[in-house]
């Protein structure tokens, strides 16, 4: 575990041909020098203390270049005799603003040395701190997270549990394959932050009934008369086909992500699906075990049980059920219609909350200089009027405050012969011409992203598609562009990969469509809520949720079905219904309360916006299907019970399927 790398930086993730990913290569290896990607402000500095601070900067080890007023302007002439606008985007109220391009290998060290240096006298902002932030919080919040989530955790078990030491061992069995899972993702190479914060706390919520389906059905056995050994070879019989339809309809659900261009998804999926699988092992090789030799203690840590009957409730709920489904359903069509209109965030502007110290500082430098999206354009030098004109064209746009170029910052009087290999370097390389454009936009709005689309323009009219673009403010146009694309695909990839398996589970048409629709329901309304709050929503966490939340929490509405149907045989569809709330309402709320507080509690505790939102999300989806599955399914069930006997394969009829 502790040498699986850990990737901080979602822009990583692109796909391989999409412009901003191609920009980033020919950029590296065309230019040497970084692009800025950290914002330092100075405040109540002279011009000449700027300049010795400008050095100061430079000398840190991984910054590897420092951008100020003096690279644009020549400062030793009177600034009332420059442009205005260009000067007050590097020096405003006796202030300075600095644009260091720094190692992202070593953004903690830098963010480290300047605040030792400068103290609170800077204010910092950018991609760098971002990714120092995210990479410091992270490390510690992982750990933090399961401080809270085991110790609840296990409260749930022995509440529902009938031996004080059986939760002892789901914890051990759940957590070796946590273990194994978290270690064998070396293999894969490296992971996703996003990953790495979710994947045990996920695995864990996600798995843990299939330990608790074994040993009740162990318990069950065993107060037959069976002995030990007998009693767990039958309960491996019975459980374990339950148990890997739960787990297949899982694992599918998180192997949709792995559909996804955008290749987050693949990396999120393929832990979680490879977490299912060692939990699917650990609980049929190893739980097995475990309790044998341990089932002494079992029987000396027992206890009755502690939570209450459901009898009373599964009577109610089949008296109420069909016209509270439309309720249910007055609830979906809104939400459904609006979970597509949410206002969603593509890229890492959603990582900080709005109390966060990187966004109290970010806010500040953006309150004296503007909203600033520093931008790079690569064409083909060798045309200088090509250059000049693209110049003029981008100096035209609104939102651009400030350009390095060649034909603005040298001139095109100037030939190159006339500047030294260092001067000419910051302006053409590599058979290139590069323009540094800042720009008064966020790195990810309408405006930002149709400035994206100008620029493009403008640059297409003179090269065509020889050229390359890139910034946070790009990455985040085709970062918006490639998720979009995934959305149906995965989707509708899930959808069917989880109708397939309820179809041979339960050799079924109708089932599968309506168990879908039971489980899909809980996810549209779990998603459509920000729209109803007026609260952004990050489009990663939108796709994940789609898939998540309908692959780890469809066995609520497996178990009941399967209930249903075997009661089915044997006495009306009503009573079916009641007997199958009665009988497995404790067993959906169990696995339920675990994956609600698990994700509530990474949803609370997280300071990083991706995660907090996907942990709360997912809680709350809990929380929605184990509600659709004991109150709107029960209702679907009794409602299309004739279309269901006729479309339902293999099963024995009984003289109450036609009532």
Same mark, same amino acid.
């Given at each position: 575990?502790?040498?699986?790398?850990?990737?901080?930086?979602?822009?990583?993730?692109?796909?391989?041909?999409?412009?901003?990913?191609?920009?980033?290569?020919?950029?590296?290896?065309?230019?040497?020098?970084?692009?800025?990607?950290?914002?330092?402000? &100075?405040?109540?500095?002279?011009?000449?203390?700027?300049?010795?601070?400008?050095?100061?900067?430079?000398?840190?080890?991984?910054?590897?270049?420092?951008?100020?007023?003096?690279?644009?302007?020549?400062?030793?002439?009177?600034?009332?005799?420059?442009?205005?606008?260009?000067?007050?985007?590097?020096?405003?109220?006796?202030? =300075?603003?600095?644009?260091?391009?720094?190692?992202?290998?070593?953004?903690?060290?830098? *963010?480290?040395?300047?605040?030792?240096?400068?103290?609170?006298?800077?204010?910092?902002?950018?991609? @760098?701190?971002?990714?120092?932030?995210?990479?410091?919080?992270? $490390?510690?919040?992982?750990?933090?997270?399961?401080?809270?989530?085991?110790?609840?955790?296990?409260?749930?078990?022995?509440?529902?549990?009938?031996?004080?030491?059986?939760? &002892?061992?789901?914890?051990? $069995?759940?957590?070796?394959?946590?273990?194994?899972?978290?270690? $064998?993702?070396?293999? *894969?190479?490296?992971?996703?932050?996003?990953?790495?914060?979710?994947?045990?706390? @996920?695995?864990? =919520?996600?798995?843990?009934?299939?330990?608790?389906?074994?040993?009740?059905?162990?318990?069950?056995?065993?107060?037959?008369?069976?002995?030990?050994?007998?009693?767990?070879?039958?309960?491996?019989?019975?459980?374990?086909?339950?148990?890997?339809?739960?787990?297949?309809? !899982?694992?599918?659900?998180?192997?949709?992500? =792995?559909?996804?261009?955008?290749?987050?998804?693949?990396?999120?999926?393929?832990?979680?699906?490879?977490?299912?699988?060692?939990?699917?092992?650990? #609980?049929?090789?190893?739980?097995?075990?475990?309790? &044998?030799?341990?089932?002494?203690?079992?029987?000396?840590?027992?206890?009755?049980?502690?939570?209450?009957?459901?009898?009373?409730?599964?009577?109610?709920?089949?008296?109420?059920?069909?016209?509270?489904?439309?309720?249910?359903?007055?609830?979906?069509?809104?939400?459904?219609?609006?979970?597509?209109?949410?206002?969603?965030?593509?890229?890492?502007?959603? &990582?900080?909350?709005?109390?966060?110290?990187?966004?109290?500082?970010?806010?500040?430098?953006?309150?004296?200089?503007?909203?600033?999206?520093?931008?790079?354009?690569?064409?083909?030098?060798?045309?200088? #009027?090509?250059?000049?004109?693209?110049?003029?064209?981008?100096?035209?746009?609104?939102?651009i405050n400030s350009i390095i170029s060649y034909p603005l910052t040298v001139g095109t009087e100037i030939p190159?012969?006339?500047?030294?290999?260092?001067?000419?370097?910051?302006?053409?390389?590599?058979?290139?011409?590069?323009? *540094?454009?800042? =720009?008064?936009?966020?790195?990810?709005?309408?405006?930002?992203? !149709?400035?994206?689309?100008?620029?493009?323009?403008?640059?297409?009219?003179?090269?065509?598609?020889?050229?390359?673009?890139?910034?946070?403010? #790009?990455?985040?146009?085709?970062?918006?562009? !490639?998720?979009?694309?995934?959305?149906?695909?995965?989707?509708?990839?899930?959808?069917?990969?989880?109708?397939?398996?309820?179809?041979?589970?339960?050799?079924?048409?109708?089932?599968?469509?309506?168990?879908?629709?039971? *489980?899909?329901?809980?996810?549209?309304?779990?998603?459509?809520?920000?729209?109803?709050?007026?609260?952004?929503?990050?489009?990663?966490?939108?796709?994940?949720?789609?898939?998540?939340?309908?692959?780890?929490?469809?066995?609520?509405?497996?178990?009941?079905?399967?209930?249903?149907?075997?009661?089915?045989?044997?006495?009306?569809?009503?009573?079916?219904?009641?007997?199958?709330?009665?009988?497995?309402?404790?067993?959906?709320?169990?696995?339920?309360?675990?994956?609600?507080?698990?994700?509530?509690?990474?949803?609370?505790?997280?300071?990083?916006?991706?995660?907090?939102?996907?942990?709360?999300?997912?809680?709350?989806?809990?929380?929605?299907?184990?509600?659709?599955?004991?109150?709107?399914?029960?209702?679907?069930?009794?409602?299309?019970?004739?279309?269901?006997?006729?479309?339902?394969?293999?099963?024995?009829?009984?003289?109450?399927?036609?009532?």
């Amino acid at each position: 575990m502790p040498f699986v790398k850990i990737n901080y930086n979602l822009s990583d993730y692109l796909p391989a041909n999409v412009p901003s990913t191609l920009a980033i290569d020919v950029v590296n290896k065309s230019f040497p020098e970084k692009i800025p990607n950290l914002s330092v402000y &100075i405040p109540e500095v002279s011009i000449p203390e700027a300049l010795s601070n400008k050095e100061q900067l430079a000398n840190i080890p991984g910054v590897h270049s420092v951008l100020w007023l003096d690279d644009v302007l020549d400062i030793y002439q009177p600034l009332q005799s420059m442009d205005i606008d260009t000067v007050e985007a590097w020096y405003k109220d006796e202030g =300075a603003l600095f644009m260091l391009a720094g190692e992202t290998e070593k953004c903690v060290a830098i *963010i480290e040395e300047i605040t030792d240096i400068y103290g609170d006298n800077a204010v910092l902002s950018g991609e @760098l701190l971002n990714q120092a932030t995210i990479q410091s919080l992270s $490390t510690g919040e992982v750990s933090q997270i399961m401080y809270y989530v085991v110790p609840l955790v296990l409260i749930v078990l022995l509440l529902t549990t009938s031996s004080w030491f059986e939760p &002892i061992l789901f914890l051990i $069995t759940i957590g070796i394959a946590i273990l194994l899972n978290e270690g $064998t993702n070396i293999f *894969i190479g490296e992971v996703s932050y996003v990953t790495q914060s979710t994947s045990a706390v @996920l695995q864990l =919520a996600v798995s843990m009934d299939y330990a608790v389906f074994l040993l009740h059905s162990f318990s069950k056995y065993r107060n037959e008369g069976n002995t030990v050994e007998t009693a767990m070879k039958k309960a491996m019989a019975e459980s374990s086909s339950a148990i890997a339809a739960s787990a297949t309809t !899982t694992v599918f659900g998180f192997l949709a992500l =792995a559909l996804m261009k955008f290749q987050l998804g693949p990396n999120l999926g393929l832990v979680l699906a490879k977490g299912i699988l060692f939990s699917f092992l650990s #609980v049929m090789l190893l739980l097995p075990i475990l309790a &044998i030799y341990t089932t002494k203690l079992m029987d000396k840590t027992h206890h009755r049980s502690l939570i209450p009957s459901f009898k009373g409730f599964g009577r109610v709920v089949v008296r109420i059920c069909i016209p509270l489904s439309f309720v249910f359903i007055l609830l979906i069509v809104p939400n459904f219609l609006a979970q597509k209109n949410n206002d969603f965030i593509y890229g890492s502007s959603g &990582i900080h909350s709005e109390d966060s110290q990187f966004r109290k500082d970010t806010d500040y430098i953006n309150a004296i200089f503007g909203e600033r999206q520093q931008m790079v354009l690569l064409v083909p030098d060798g045309d200088v #009027v090509k250059e000049e004109a693209v110049s003029k064209s981008l100096e035209h746009i609104a939102n651009i405050n400030s350009i390095i170029s060649y034909p603005l910052t040298v001139g095109t009087e100037i030939p190159p012969e006339f500047l030294s290999d260092k001067q000419l370097s910051q302006f053409r390389s590599g058979g290139y011409s590069r323009f *540094i454009l800042y =720009a008064e936009t966020a790195a990810e709005d309408e405006e930002a992203f !149709t400035l994206v689309e100008t620029v493009r323009e403008i640059a297409a009219q003179y090269y065509g598609e020889n050229y390359y673009l890139l910034g946070q403010n #790009v990455i985040n146009y085709d970062l918006k562009d !490639t998720i979009i694309k995934d959305a149906p695909f995965v989707n509708g990839a899930a959808v069917f990969a989880i109708g397939f398996v309820l179809f041979i589970t339960f050799r079924s048409i109708s089932l599968p469509l309506i168990l879908l629709l039971t *489980i899909k329901g809980a996810v549209w309304i779990n998603l459509g809520l920000p729209y109803f709050t007026e609260s952004s929503l990050n489009y990663i966490g939108f796709l994940i949720i789609s898939s998540v939340q309908l692959g780890a929490t469809v066995d609520y509405g497996i178990l009941f079905t399967h209930h249903y149907m075997k009661n089915r045989k044997s006495v009306k569809k009503r009573e079916a219904a009641r007997l199958a709330i009665s009988n497995t309402a404790a067993s959906i709320l169990t696995p339920a309360s675990i994956l609600a507080i698990s994700c509530l509690i990474l949803g609370f505790i997280s300071s990083n916006g991706i995660i907090s939102e996907l942990g709360i999300m997912l809680g709350r989806g809990a929380i929605l299907s184990s509600l659709m599955v004991l109150h709107f399914l029960p209702a679907l069930l009794i409602i299309f019970d004739p279309i269901i006997q006729k479309t339902t394969l293999m099963r024995r009829r009984s003289t109450h399927e036609k009532i």
